[in-house]
């Protein structure tokens, strides 16, 4: 057998069977009179939920974002921003702030750990935005806490700095919270979310923000080739995913936690955040990454169950860690289940 039959990391069934999104997609069309409509109405949703004047749909996070800096950087007459090591601009988008925007990132804390507010403080450059990651996925997606949140947002506040929102995993940190969508990005100048992680859709991203900076990067949005003017299937796809999985993030949650507990009682793998504060978090093997992927390998052939793609290093070359995202497709799979899983990769490399 060499066939995934059941996945626990990849994404629910939206993704997996294109079929069942496209008819999803034709259900939610078939009221509209214009094509134009679902972006529309995906916009002034998402505007609603953040409870922000105006929201912008964008091709893609990267652009979103990279717009969203540059605006907060002309308005300031400063081009630094500030934000963790890992954020997703400086890691994943060839410095595209920089070579495209002219834009400097200075690094506040350290790679390792979330940021902090005593981390800002030792911020002594002048900087026009800072930019929080909800969660800071590149470490295992963990979230601060309302007060540490809050503190940081404060920081800026003081000096007269924009906050800009990297909200991608916004829908999955909401429950953490247990506060509405609105006042956590009631904190953020400016707000991004993904409109294909959490939400499962085809791709996309909405900027959300006040009525002067999102005409602004309506703008840059047209300069840079995001003005697609045919969006409405991602709108759609993110429309279906509105409805029907945003409801579902504290059940995904939970089961994270679930899985994570039953993970660590069997004493063979740790996980981060113990326990894990969103549906997405990173589980460490006692084994070199390539020893991991085979056996993962090994799972496909033999059982058709596939359990992760991408393995991360460690600092020690036996050690690896891998990412876990927990949406419907896990919600197939007890805790014991996934514990024994695990425990059997292990065992493949002893
Ligand atoms: C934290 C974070 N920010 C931004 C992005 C960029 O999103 P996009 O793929 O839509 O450009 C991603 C994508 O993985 C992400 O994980």
Not at 101 to 117: I, K, N
Request: aromatic share 6%; glycine share 8%.
């Amino acid at each position: 057998m060499s066939e995934v039959q059941r996945s626990l990391g990849a994404y629910g069934p939206t993704r997996r069977r294109p079929h069942v999104v496209l008819r999803r997609m034709l259900d939610a069309v078939s009221a509209d009179a214009l094509p134009q409509d679902p972006v529309v109405r995906l916009e002034g949703r998402i505007a609603e939920l953040l409870g922000k004047p105006r929201a912008l749909f964008f091709p893609t996070g990267t652009m979103a974002q990279q717009v969203a800096l540059r605006i907060h950087a002309e308005r300031a007459g400063r081009r630094t921003f500030t934000a963790h090591p890992t954020n997703h601009l400086d890691l994943w988008e060839q410095r595209g702030y920089a070579v495209v925007h002219g834009l400097r990132f200075q690094p506040a804390g350290e790679p390792e750990r979330m940021l902090t507010r005593g981390d800002l403080d030792r911020v002594k450059e002048p900087v026009a935005a800072l930019l929080i990651e909800l969660p800071q996925r590149e470490i295992g997606g963990f979230l601060p806490d309302w007060a540490e949140l809050t503190a940081q947002v404060g920081w800026a506040r003081d000096r007269g700095v924009a906050v800009h929102l990297d909200g991608a995993r916004l829908w999955e940190s909401q429950p953490f919270y247990g506060r509405p969508h609105a006042e956590i990005a009631g904190l953020f100048d400016t707000v991004y979310v993904s409109l294909y992680k959490g939400l499962e859709g085809v791709r996309g991203a909405v900027l959300a923000g006040d009525d002067a900076t999102i005409d602004h990067a309506e703008i840059w949005r047209q300069r840079l080739g995001g003005a697609i003017p045919d969006a409405w299937p991602l709108a759609v796809a993110a429309l279906v995913g509105l409805d029907e999985l945003l409801p579902r993030m504290a059940v995904f949650r939970d089961h994270a936690v679930a899985i994570a507990g039953a993970l660590t009682a069997g004493g063979v793998v740790d996980v981060l955040p113990d326990p894990p504060h969103t549906p997405l978090f990173h589980i460490r093997l006692p084994m070199p990454a390539a020893a991991a992927e085979a056996a993962a390998k090994a799972l496909v052939e033999e059982q058709g169950v596939h359990l992760f793609t991408r393995t991360r290093p460690e600092s020690w070359p036996d050690r690896c860690r891998v990412e876990l995202m927990v949406a419907e497709n896990a919600m197939g799979f007890s805790p014991d289940e996934v514990a024994a899983l695990f425990a059997d990769v292990v065992r493949r490399a002893s």
